[in-house]
């Protein structure tokens, strides 16, 4: 899919959703006279209604618009926008506000407490972890007497042309994950290589969209995917043909984090009460979708844990992000 087609199908996916959120179409927060909180968000769907229940069993129902972007369109309005964004409060892959901030210096520090596990900016508050693993749909792999992976290098054996689906850099971080772990595991050059020979694999599924792999599994249109360890994991649960595996090059982790769009004068004081509630309220919904203790006080049940969490050796940036997307172009058949 084209950048311009994406951007047209985002623009109207929010402008439909953000609608039907707005009560009416207006920009004011029921009888008060105050205006909506807009919140601009790349979360998955699992995260978004975790956000919103928060947000409406706490007094904020009628009081927001929430407006859905995939990562890398979001991230480039956080980038060319800054202040002006519409939004008031976002919830965004961790590196691209790290990036915005030195950029535009456009989030405000939090009010809040944020007794995380890890030291994060002052204006960040992390919502959600999310791993990557490798999901297999077990019958067809069986039907096919195709072997089950180990290691994503495994996705590189010609044994398995056709049968694999994964996700473009380009546009969805989901496939970072993939890259890190490649590049960690092997160096730029070996890492590159490989990911022609998966690239190669998976032919017309080099898709757009980080839960595509596991639709396409879920489907029976292919037999391997990589994407979201969490959504395998749920997958499994409910009875699906489908399965997952803890590549030995390591379950690399991106966090996504709330922050509040300093706007001067005209902050909307409720951005900052609801990104408080989000956290205080929200997470144990949301660690039952994305189990990753990130709080202090809290744990995760060692069935949900992966078995080779890793952390890539340098810090996540945009511009680390813009590389790897350069070494992935390259590796294009």
Not at 51 to 67: R, V
């Amino acid at each position: 899919m084209n950048y311009k087609k994406m951007m047209s199908i985002g623009l109207s996916a929010a402008l439909s959703l953000s609608l039907l959120t707005a009560c009416g179409g207006n920009n004011s927060a029921g009888n008060s006279g105050e205006k909506q909180v807009v919140i601009y968000s790349n979360a998955d769907e699992e995260a978004v209604t975790a956000m919103k229940n928060a947000l409406d069993g706490n007094g904020y129902e009628g009081k927001y618009i929430f407006q859905i972007y995939g990562t890398s369109e979001l991230g480039g309005k956080l980038l060319a926008e800054g202040t002006n964004l519409e939004a008031d409060l976002v919830t965004m892959s961790t590196f691209y506000l790290q990036s915005a901030q030195d950029k535009n210096t456009m989030f405000l520090p939090l009010t809040f407490d944020v007794n995380t596990l890890e030291e994060v900016p002052d204006y960040t508050a992390p919502i959600t972890s999310q791993e990557g693993a490798i999901i297999v749909n077990t019958e067809m792999l069986a039907e096919n007497n195709l072997p089950m992976p180990t290691c994503l290098k495994d996705l590189a054996d010609p044994a398995y042309a056709g049968f694999v689906a994964v996700t473009d850099v380009q546009s969805s971080s989901t496939a970072w994950l993939l890259i890190q772990a490649l590049i960690s595991e092997y160096g730029e050059e070996e890492a590159e290589t490989i990911l022609h020979d998966i690239y190669a694999n998976a032919g017309d599924h080099v898709e757009s969209s980080g839960s595509a792999p596991l639709q396409l599994c879920e489907a029976g249109e292919v037999a391997i995917g990589f994407g979201l360890r969490h959504q395998a994991v749920a997958a499994k649960n409910d009875g699906l043909p489908i399965d997952y595996v803890d590549p030995t090059e390591g379950n690399f982790s991106l966090t996504e984090s709330v922050a509040v769009v300093d706007k001067g004068e005209a902050t909307n004081p409720l951005a900052m009460e609801m990104a408080q509630c989000i956290i205080d309220n929200g997470r144990a919904e949301l660690q039952t979708y994305y189990p990753n203790p990130l709080y202090e006080g809290e744990s995760a049940d060692s069935a949900n844990q992966s078995a080779y969490p890793k952390t890539f050796s340098e810090p996540l940036t945009f511009e680390l992000y813009e590389h790897h997307i350069e070494i992935s172009e390259a590796a294009k058949p």
